[in-house]
């Protein structure tokens, strides 16, 4: 049987859902968003205006265009109750409701969560209401704190003392923001990586570990951006890390679906790989972006498959990947993410991005071209066999595009940035 799978959300990652839904055996694409995504408009049927966190326009589109599935990009959507919605319509959404979605909505559920179920990997924490008392506590406390506003900042709440700013510029930012929950965590140090499960019916199934990063320029300086780039390796580890490494983050995975049995879609495990083995730094409910480029390029087996298995309650497939290396580039607006400049022309298309895979993302598809918007506007993605390959050409792709009014982290999969990863974790594990 044919399905019919609606794609909510018009960002990179959703152009690589699209792309999967598209390679599937017997799959007809819709999609809605509040953007137009040419990548994705191209592979389509159909398409719709919608804002992503209205529940009824999705709902009422999912219906128009017959839907038997539907996948959710963006946690706004989630947040919103869109699976919920669908769900409750009959079309069976591959995306947590929003009781589950709170793993990442909700940071202060996360966090005690983790500790009422004793999955392993939480750092010490506390929750505060009170920004005077989160003050003080900041003030007071014996080392360095990740201060989390605790609901959705769009990868932009967090600050980190001993590393972006001090703990009296940390204690300023809680008095001063108007948030009205914090969440204060110990620091923990290391490497980070994320690792994607497809999960459902109290199954999952993991992909390879993938890095991203975050700042917004080279050699990690700057501010957080959604994330500028990210890589995979040909296994499922990464250089810095061992089998064992991987294995202790699967566990953790583990433990979350055990707890969460009704939990549905992707779980997006952030870690960080510390002296004593990966620690959560926190979890997602749906594909991270750009790690969604990383994955789905690599995935063999037929994404709407494991969809419809997921919908029956059947037994999830087996995942199969390319065993390939992959690098993904963001191109961002200059300026992004502080002052974007929108408005320059994009000069590559999926044609003209060679051996790389091209995803468009915030961009603005016009009559005479496509421009960029203020946010992250396309990414480049190269698969070979090593990460310095696959390095390569993206950056092939990324010559051909020109870089005018745009900006890019070249460091990213360079053998010298991976090299000092390897080096940062034999320095934390004292070797
Ligand atoms: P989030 O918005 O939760 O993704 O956090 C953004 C970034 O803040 C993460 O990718 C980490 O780099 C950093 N971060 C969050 N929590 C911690 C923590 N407990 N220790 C160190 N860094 C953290
Ligand atoms: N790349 C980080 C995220 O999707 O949240």
Known sequence: MTETVLLVGG????????????????????????????????????????????????????????????????????????????DDAGVYAFGPREAEARIETDKAFQREFMLDHAIPGCPDFEVFEDGEAAADYIRNYDGDLAIKPRGLTGGKGVRVTGDQITKEEGAEYVLESDYDTYVLEERLVGEEF?????????????????????????????????GMGSYSDATFELPFMTEGDYTDAVEIIDAVVEAMPDYKGILYGQFMLTSEGPKVVEFNARFGDPEAM????????????????????????????????????????????????????????????????????????????VYTTTSRSFAVVGLAETITGAEAIAEEALAKAGEEGLRVRHDIGKAELLQQRIDHMNEIRGE
């Open 294 to 369: 990383n994955t789905l390029p690599v995935l063999e087996t037929d994404f709407v498959e494991l969809l419809v298995a997921a919908r029956e309650g059947e037994e999830l497939p087996e995942l199969t990947f390319s065993n390939q290396a992959t690098v993904c580039k963001y191109a961002v607006p200059e300026g992004y993410p502080t002052d974007p400049e929108a408005g320059a022309k994009v000069n590559i298309d999926p044609e003209s991005a060679g051996e790389a895979l091209l995803f468009y993302a915030s961009v603005d598809a016009r009559d005479d071209g």
């Open 194 to 226: 994320t690792v994607q499960a497809f999960v459902a019916d109290g199954q999952y199934r993991v992909s390879p570990a993938v890095q991203d990063h975050k700042r917004a320029y080279e050699g990690d300086e700057g501010p957080n951006t959604g």
């Open 11 to 86: 960002g990179g990652r959703e152009h690589a859902i699209a792309r999967a839904v598209d390679d599937s055996a017997d799959a007809e694409l819709y999609a809605c968003a509040s953007n137009r995504n040419p990548g994705i408009t191209d592979l389509a049927e159909g398409f719709e205006e919608v804002d992503e966190t209205d529940p009824d326009a999705i709902v009422e589109f999912a219906e128009s265009v017959g839907a038997t599935l539907a996948a959710i990009g963006p946690e706004s959507a989630l947040n919103a109750g869109v699976a919920d919605a669908l």
